[in-house]
């Protein structure tokens, strides 16, 4: 562990909350009071620390003062929104923002739910610094800089032994023979809250719990956010990598303009002379205007000229992507693509001379993608299943594309458990390897 | 690492305490060998293999949710933060 030298003077110390998150899932006040009273006990379960919650009258005089705030907000360490840097607080001193802690207003706070970010180990972690500690790279400690998700049940949390021998260094251990002060707040601690339920908990949301599994049907890079569409919903994950929610948002509430009952996209790409976003349903397509469905839409498919080699019209797109490398649309379906040297037209228009080609031209990638996006450094990534093939850079012709998995990598979802791998691989069925069998 | 990364990458280590901040004054670059101290030092700190290059690993950690405070408070820091209190 590692401290700053600093400590408070005293062992009573008061905090109080300045004011409240405004994000869903909107933790409720008392929620909020309770969670932070769990965090402080935290502390004052292994030292002689206490702490008192202000009355409302003496809010601005607490030793700690809890806020939420949003970007630039006086102190010399703004936020930037949500994901990147969570909350910060400020050692012990003599200094009115001495203690002091801030949490990214536009962080999604919760408790006991992955949905968002953990209110209470986040809290625990910065009512750290406020006693004087600083960053630790143990393991387990609660004072490891990153976000480790939620720590559990904050009735029965303890804090782990680094961090005990770290706060006993500086306020000395907690002394059995010390008697509670008749206000110290964990003798009448409030019930802790039961975690937030769904707003709207009519059927159980099977498409919540399938984000690991994969199938998504449409994937595009849109303004440098990544968008998966799977049934009615989507995901989406910012340009950091980080996934905005791990519940899926309906795509009808989002982007306006779908027929009603829409519930499987085929394709979405983001077109790179206007910025229009094209959807492919069916045998029809939609151009958005950023997130509403521009007038005169949708149209056939057919306006976009795609013959196959046997002369037959494509009913439907598997994948549509503009590659960076050279700025061309390319759009897949059947096995087969085309490409598509786009300007700011609409209505009927012609694919380049010379295609379709064989989608094996893609070497290493699968032939049939759900759908392709640039991404990173314009390398091409294709989707497929629950795995990703990354085509470097102007590159068609490479040898060992590796698959990884979306769950993981895209997702967020835990490594699945190492199987044993079948001894002999013609068992179809069985064998755990990809999906062009490598 | 791309261009981007690498200047989002010294960024993130300076801002972390991992390098000193750039000096307006002298306008001084960070040298190539301090860099990869800096990114074995962080990667130390955060239990990874100490490669000194930004790969994988280390870039998604910078890409990981954290507290905002840095890792390493220097001397420096803590002057800085009395005259910010001061004002």
């Known amino acids: ?438 | 690492p791309m261009p981007d990364q690498y200047s989002r990458g010294v960024d993130w280590l300076s801002r972390y305490g991992y390098l000193p901040p750039p000096d307006p004054r002298t306008g001084k670059l960070q040298t190539k060998e301090g860099i990869e101290r800096a990114i074995k030092e962080m990667q130390r700190f955060a239990g990874l293999k100490d490669t000194g290059k930004l790969d994988s690993d280390t870039l998604k950690l910078l890409n990981t949710p954290r507290c905002s405070l840095p890792d390493i408070i220097g001397s420096e820091d803590m002057l800085k933060k009395r005259r910010r209190k001061r004002r």
């Open chain 1, 1 to 438: 562990y590692a401290t700053t030298g600093l400590r408070w003077k005293k062992s009573d110390l008061t905090w109080s909350i300045q004011n409240y998150p405004s994000l869903p899932p909107l933790l409720q006040p008392n929620n909020v009071r309770t969670i932070m009273a769990y965090a402080f006990k935290a502390w004052s379960d292994v030292t002689n620390l206490k702490f008192h919650a202000t009355s409302s009258s003496e809010q601005d005089r607490a030793d700690i003062k809890i806020s939420f705030a949003r970007s630039l907000h006086d102190d010399g360490y703004p936020f930037d929104g949500k994901g990147g840097t969570l909350a910060h607080a400020f050692f012990p001193g003599e200094a009115d923002i001495a203690g002091d802690t801030h949490f990214d207003d536009e962080e999604s706070w919760t408790y006991l739910d992955d949905s968002g970010t953990d209110l209470f180990a986040v809290a625990v972690h910065e009512f750290g610094h406020a006693l004087g500690l600083s960053h630790s790279s143990s393991h387990p400690s609660i004072m490891r800089p990153y976000y480790q998700g939620p720590v559990g049940d904050i009735a029965s949390y303890t804090l782990p032994e680094d961090d005990r021998y770290a706060i006993q260094s500086l306020y000395g251990r907690k002394s059995s023979l010390s008697t509670p002060s008749p206000n110290h707040p964990t003798t009448h601690l409030p019930k802790p809250p039961s975690p937030p339920r769904p707003k709207v908990p009519s059927q159980p949301d099977p498409s919540a719990q399938n984000r690991c599994e994969g199938g998504f049907e449409a994937v595009a890079n849109i303004r440098g956010e990544v968008f998966f569409f799977k049934g009615q919903y989507f995901w989406r994950i910012q340009r950091t990598g980080s996934l905005v929610s791990f519940h899926p948002a309906l795509i009808k509430n989002f982007w306006i303009g779908l027929p009603p009952g829409t519930n499987k996209i085929d394709a979405v790409y983001e077109r790179k002379t206007d910025s229009r976003i094209i959807f492919f349903i069916g045998s029809q397509y939609w151009v958005f205007k950023d997130t509403v469905a521009v007038s005169g839409y949708p149209r056939p498919l057919s306006d976009w000229g795609l013959i196959s080699h046997d002369g037959s019209e494509v009913k439907r797109v598997d994948a549509a992507f503009v590659w960076a490398h050279n700025g061309k649309t390319y759009i897949f379906s059947g096995g087969e693509f085309w490409r598509f040297s786009e300007g700011l037209e609409s209505g009927r228009r012609r694919p380049d001379a010379g295609y379709p080609r064989n989608s094996s031209l893609w070497k290493g990638a699968p032939s049939n993608p759900d759908d392709i996006i640039t991404w990173s450094d314009g390398d091409a990534y294709f989707f497929k299943d629950n795995s990703y093939w990354i085509l470097k850079s102007g590159g068609l012709d490479q040898d060992n594309v590796i698959h990884k998995s979306t769950a993981v990598d895209w997702m967020m979802c835990p490594k699945p458990t190492p199987t044993t791998r079948p001894t002999n691989p013609r068992h179809r069925g069985e064998c755990n390897c990809g999906l062009n069998g490598a």
